[in-house]
């Protein structure tokens, strides 16, 4: 009996039996091989998206420490403002006591010890961020300055300072206490 025979009697000979498994065995493997594929394509997709949210994390956190850093800093130079604040009555008193002797017109030695305390007070202030605000003369700010009263002074222009009644000061670039000032 041949091969042919065989194939007539609805056998299966080994040969053919062996194709038939190898040729369904392409099919499965080349369906599994695109399974494979697909998983690895989704996990790929998933490391990529999980390594953009961990250098968004780093990007994140790098800000926040930039962002501590310079409040830190901020607090530190600002610290001060508390004392300066108390401070500036007694410059205001002593200014007050330097004009009053000046029109008193007598105690020079006094007035000379009051004047070089308040410029003692003031370098050391300054050294420590305090600027005096002059405005005398110029237009009206309400950022900086405080008005209390309007005066006719027809020398001078509309909404000008034409007084002033205490200074005003800058601790580094903050405003502290705007000018008192009259217009």
Known sequence: MDETEKKGNGKISPEQSVLEREAGGEESSVSELDTLRQQLAAK????KENHDRYLRQVAELENFRKRMAREQAEAIRYANEKLMRDLLPTLDNLERAVEHAKAAGNG???LEGIEMVL???LEALSRHGLT???TLGEV???EKHEAMAQVEAPE???NTVVEEHHKGYYLFDRLLRPTLVSL
Do not use: C, N, T, V
């Open 156 to 158: 001078s222009a509309p």
């Open 132 to 134: 005096q605000i002059s």
């Open 140 to 142: 009206f700010d309400p």
């Open 108 to 110: 020079k030695p006094l």
């Open 119 to 121: 410029r003692g007070l």
């Open 44 to 47: 790929e997709l998933e490391a």
